[in-house]
């Protein structure tokens, strides 16, 4: 009796090892993973130590033969790794060509060198206005309109004048009103103060004040503004690199990209909204942009959108623009380039950089990149993990160097086990999010591309049982039907094994009685024994 329990026990056994072989049993990779002692503490030290490294790595925007780059960040401009030939040659005493959604850099003389933005400026002036203000919202002019120079380009703004803080802007952008730079700025800084009373001298003050603050928060911290609309002070200056990232923020902005793309206006400036009041003073304008690129003329740029144009004696003839072709847009900016040259070099840079390079879209937010396989997993969930960016992904090339892009892409090694062969799989569990490993993207043995990749599902850790439902759930299947051929070998195996057992020690007991037998002499030894039992 005891000798069938055990075997029943051993078939058993030797079943539920069959099982988790098939289901969550370990490879030799996993088994000599397990045999180092590694303890949880240590781990979360590690992978929090790696996120801070890979987050450093992506705020520093380092350039050069060995330096990753990562997709820009809203405040940052990056080189491009590899150039494309046939560079232009501008006028321009200092200029720079970017591509708008990643910030790469795709030509730069003089990018840092001082320079004045001259009417430039009021891209800034225009984005400060937005953060206060709803483009429908209504200011109304006051004495600030006469704190301009007479030699100033105006819209012409009267005293007391209603207007929408839209075609206030308008007037700053269309045709470059120093008025209208004054009128937003006294607008800002009363309702940033929360004083209507407030002199133009303290508005002007406090308006620079967040232009300053506006400019450091994108970036630009080469650059420094005096007033609101750029009329020449040796304390108003900036960079063509920071002008490029001021620009890009305007051109973000849906209102402002509308209003920088306008040949003209002509209209209420209060859009007829008191039409029947006539205590309300408003106006009609009929203004013409100033820049060449966007209107009919010998210098039209076919796929140009903007933006503003700039001149001081001492700021030259200026232009900060943007255009847009099969889906790319590219900003340039030109700083002291005498007319006609400073249209002239903004179309070369345009033409420069959409014939000669290409925006690649490596992958959607949480598209998977590839699917990894996987180990200690429930098998019911499946048997891969995709793996996935949290944003889109894009780069700019040469268009010649787009099809020679490589992805190469490293797990971390607290989810990674590698087997003989060096096939990577990830370990269960896996939370869907968790930072996993990093790819990094080169072309011609130069990183182009470097972003932490994450998991896109729940990954749980498979146990015998969840194997076993498994297993009996893809009974009829291809591969259930080799499963279970493969546990019967396993359980006939451990059958024979435990009957040849079985038999030896058989042979052995019937071995020892023959001996015993020997001794006794035969039958009348037996006979003397059964005698002397019934003497007793």
């Not at 969550?24 to 045999?35: L, R, V, W, Y």
């Not at 050069?64 to 232009?88: F, M, R, T």
């Not at 045709?175 to 009363?190: H, I, L, Q, R, Y």
């Not at 020997?518 to 037996?526: I, K, Q, V, W």
């Amino acid at each position: 009796m005891k000798r069938s329990f055990a075997k029943y026990i051993a078939l058993f056994l030797a079943a539920a090892v069959a099982l988790g072989a098939a289901g969550c049993g370990k490879d030799q990779a996993e088994q000599q993973e397990e045999n180092a002692v590694v303890s949880e503490e240590n781990l979360d030290t590690e992978d929090e130590n790696s996120g801070n490294d890979d987050a450093s790595a992506g705020e520093t925007g380092e350039s050069g033969e060995d330096a990753a780059l990562p997709v820009a960040k809203k405040n940052d401009l990056q080189d491009a790794v590899l150039a494309a030939d046939g560079a232009p040659s501008v006028e321009a005493s200092a200029a720079i060509l970017i591509e708008a959604s990643t910030g790469t850099i795709l030509f730069e003389k003089n990018p840092d060198q001082k320079m004045y933005p001259a009417s430039m400026t009021k891209m800034l002036t225009a984005l400060v206005a937005l953060d206060y203000f709803e483009p429908e919202e209504l200011i109304k002019v006051g004495t600030e309109i006469n704190e301009v120079s007479l030699d100033s380009s105006k819209a012409g703004h009267q005293l007391g004048e209603t207007l929408t803080m839209k075609n206030a802007i308008r007037g700053l952008i269309i045709p470059s009103g120093n008025d209208s730079a004054n009128v937003v700025a006294a607008a800002v800084a009363k309702r940033a103060e929360n004083d209507e009373s407030l002199g133009f001298a303290k508005c002007e003050a406090v308006f620079t004040d967040l232009m300053n603050q506006k400019a450091e928060k994108l970036g630009a911290t080469n650059s420094h503004f005096a007033n609101a609309h750029g009329y020449h002070s040796e304390d108003h200056y900036t960079t063509a690199h920071d002008m490029a990232l001021i620009a890009r923020a305007f051109m973000e902005n849906e209102t402002l990209a509308e209003i920088a793309n306008e040949k003209s206006f002509s209209g209420n400036g209060a859009d007829n909204m008191f039409e029947s009041n006539e205590n309300m003073k408003t106006q009609e304008y009929a203004w013409r942009s100033h820049n060449l690129l966007i209107t009919d003329g010998e210098y039209n740029y076919p796929y140009a959108t903007g933006i503003k144009t700039g001149f001081t004696d001492e700021a030259g003839d200026c232009v900060t623009a943007a255009a847009e072709k099969n889906d790319v847009q590219l900003i340039a900016v030109v700083f002291h380039s005498e007319d006609p040259n400073r249209w002239l070099d903004a179309k070369n840079l345009f033409e420069y950089g959409f014939n000669n390079y290409q925006k690649i879209e490596i992958a959607k937010a949480n598209a998977a990149i590839e699917e990894v396989p996987l180990t200690k997993h429930k098998k019911s969930e499946g048997d891969t993990l995709p793996v996935v960016f949290k944003e889109d992904m894009v780069t700019f090339l040469p268009t010649s160097a787009g099809d020679s892009l490589k992805a190469t892409v490293t797990y971390d090694e607290a989810y990674a086990v590698t087997d003989k062969e060096g096939n990577v799989s990830l370990k269960a569990p896996i939370e869907k999010g968790a930072e996993i490993g990093v790819v990094s993207y080169e072309v011609k043995g130069k990183t182009v591309l470097e972003a932490p990749v994450y998991a896109g599902r729940d990954v749980s850790k498979g146990t015998i049982f969840s194997s076993i439902g498994y297993f009996f759930k893809n009974l009829f299947t291809l591969k259930g039907i080799l499963t279970l051929v493969g546990i019967i070998v396993v359980i006939a195996v451990v059958i024979l094994v435990i009957k040849f057992i079985g038999n030896r020690r058989n042979s052995r007991r019937r071995g020892g009685y023959s001996f015993g037998s020997g001794l006794n002499m035969g039958g009348s030894g037996r006979r003397r024994r059964r005698g002397g039992r019934r003497r007793f």
